[in-house]
């Protein structure tokens, strides 16, 4: 396969064997390998039932695997990281999950690229807008940035 790009996002709310959620983010970006821009890091409440506030960011990595393939790359790195699969929304040590890819979209059984719930996601758009704002979502063909706007734009009150 060719080389091309996914946008993948990185959240830890769990210390592990590298320290505290932003030390294991920095060490799931060294073993991801292909990086080509790192967002900034940004602390965000938990979704569900965990109580402990989430470390996050987004990468754009290079690569030649086939979404599939790097999902078996992502899992693979949890596990080293001591993720363990178990409740949804629990604390985490780390989460990487395949956002964006640069050809388009990817539906299996087991992935789907775009990744279904990205666009709902402040955590993931205010860090890919810091990278690529103007990367498209194959689905919607709204650039990062809208997608954004749309999320964060005031709801008119009720007249």
Avoid at 128 to 157: F, S
């Amino acid at each position: 396969m060719e080389t091309t790009s996914y946008a993948i996002a990185l959240g830890s709310n769990r210390r592990g064997r590298h320290g505290a959620p932003e030390a294991e983010i920095a060490a799931a970006l060294a073993a991801l390998g292909g990086v080509q821009a790192v967002s900034p890091m940004l602390r965000t409440a938990p979704l569900g039932p965990s109580r402990r506030r989430f470390a996050n960011a987004v990468a754009i990595v290079e690569s030649r695997e086939s979404p599939p393939e790097l999902l078996r790359r992502l899992k693979c790195i949890e596990r080293r990281f001591g993720r363990r699969r178990g409740q949804l929304w629990s604390a985490r040590v780390i989460d990487l999950d395949i956002i964006l890819w640069s050809g388009g979209s990817w539906g299996a059984r087991d992935l789907v690229v775009p990744h279904a719930l990205f666009r709902e996601r402040a955590f993931v758009l205010v860090p890919l807008t810091r990278i690529a704002a103007e990367w498209r979502d194959p689905v919607t063909g709204r650039t990062v940035r809208q997608l954004l706007a749309r999320l964060t734009r005031p709801v008119p009150a009720p007249r």
